[in-house]
């Protein structure tokens, strides 16, 4: 059974760093890419990288970028999201998500439950 579970997330002052897990079961990542989405309260779901699974390729959002690295450990079939230089708005729960391709093709077929990231002032 595909389930994709996340961890790492808690409350963490500005311009402090989390690391977010998301550990996939039932499949292999060395075939399907990997995104990471984040939702706050009272906005859209919005996208905030993702990860091929052939040659790695890597996208952030702008909103992000130079801020969160995305990578994956094949051997733990585990991806992750270091986030760095945390802001409040950066509050959200974040998900991930696997793509029905080994390209980032934004085709996503299963989530995860999502965990919480505070960012406080």
């Known amino acids: 059974q595909v389930q994709l579970v996340e961890s790492g997330g808690g409350l963490v002052q500005a311009g402090g760093s989390l690391r977010l897990s998301c550990a996939a079961h039932?499949?292999?990542?060395?075939?399907?890419?990997i995104g990471w989405f984040r939702q706050a309260p009272g906005k859209e779901r919005e996208g905030v990288s993702c990860?091929?699974?052939?040659?790695?390729?890597?996208y952030y959002a702008d909103s992000v970028k130079g801020r969160f690295t995305i990578s994956r450990d094949n051997a733990k079939n585990t991806v992750y999201l270091q986030m760095n230089s945390l802001k409040p708005e950066d509050t959200a729960v974040y998900y991930c998500?696997?793509?029905?391709?080994?390209?980032?093709?934004?085709?996503?077929?299963?989530w995860g439950q999502g965990t919480q990231v505070t960012v406080s002032s």
């Open positions: 998500a696997k793509d029905k391709y080994y390209y980032c093709s934004t085709s996503w077929d299963y």
């Open positions: 039932g499949f292999s990542l060395d075939y399907y890419a």
């Open positions: 990860i091929s699974s052939s040659i790695g390729s890597t």
